[in-house]
């Protein structure tokens, strides 16, 4: 089993920042993906970014060039560096763990509301 403590939502006006970062403790073995998705209200639950241990990153199209996703893998830790927030990026921001043996795991989730 992993463990998955997130942090940092908040509510920030349009142009703002906010940083969510993602502590994951259990069974973590070397080789795994630490990210973020979202969801907002009615919607599915979509991918942000991604980021393996090796440092491999994937972005959605729609934060490419605002949102930076980062990991500190001594602290089995992942980051989420949002700037220049709309108020499209309003969701609840899980965070994500996945080994390479096909398990899965998922934060609390924590909200993030940007106004206009």
């Known amino acids: 089993q992993v463990q998955l403590v997130e942090s940092g939502g908040g509510l920030v006006q349009a142009g703002g920042s906010l940083r969510l970062s993602c502590a994951a403790s259990?069974?973590?073995?070397?080789?795994?993906?630490m990210g973020w998705y979202r969801q907002a209200p009615g919607k599915q639950r979509d991918l942000v970014a991604t980021?393996?241990?090796?440092?491999?990153?994937n972005y959605a199209d729609s934060v490419k060039g605002r949102f930076t996703i980062s990991r500190d893998n001594a602290m089995n830790t992942v980051f989420l560096q949002m700037n220049s927030l709309k108020p499209e990026d309003t969701a609840v921001y899980y965070c994500?763990?996945?080994?390479?043996?096909?398990?899965?795991?998922w934060g609390q989730g924590t909200q993030v509301t940007v106004s206009s």
């Open positions: 994500n763990f996945a080994n390479n043996y096909g398990s899965t795991y």
């Open positions: 980021i393996t241990r090796g440092g491999r990153i």
């Open positions: 259990g069974s973590i073995f070397s080789s795994n993906t």
